[in-house]
Nanobody
């Protein structure tokens, strides 16, 4: 599975962005999906994840109520809608997918994901 992330850019605090991640190749292996981010000098952290059933999503506490993950299987695309952005959201954002269907507690664990996009930079500043 190849993943191509897009939609990053610069936005002022309080603004919104929508990230997209287009999947190609063996997309039948894209069972569960997630977004991660990595800020300079920090470890990669899980932001939002979705299991195959679509009814089971997980969010990092820092983004709950502000970010929404979704997927369009017909377009083989994953989205991350980000609202009320703050400078602390500045990071490179990565999409990822896996052929596994992780338990809820593991949805945001990087080790669960086999396929990764190249990352897209989000900068939040005034």
């Amino acid at each position: 599975v190849q993943l191509q992330a897009s939609g990053g850019g610069w936005v002022q605090p309080g603004g919104s962005l929508r990230l997209s991640c287009a999947a190609s190749g063996a997309t039948s292996n894209a069972i569960s999906v997630a977004w991660f981010r990595q800020a300079p000098g920090k470890e990669r952290e899980g932001v939002a994840g979705m299991r195959q059933t679509h009814t089971r999503t997980a969010y990092a506490d820092s983004v709950k109520g502000r970010f929404t993950i979704s997927r369009d299987n017909a377009k083989n695309t994953i989205y991350l809608q980000m609202n009320a952005l703050t400078p602390e959201d500045t990071a490179v954002y990565y999409c990822a997918t896996t052929s596994r269907n992780p338990v809820y507690s593991a949805i945001l664990q990087p080790y669960m994901y086999q396929y990764w996009g190249q990352g897209t930079l989000v900068t939040v500043s005034s």
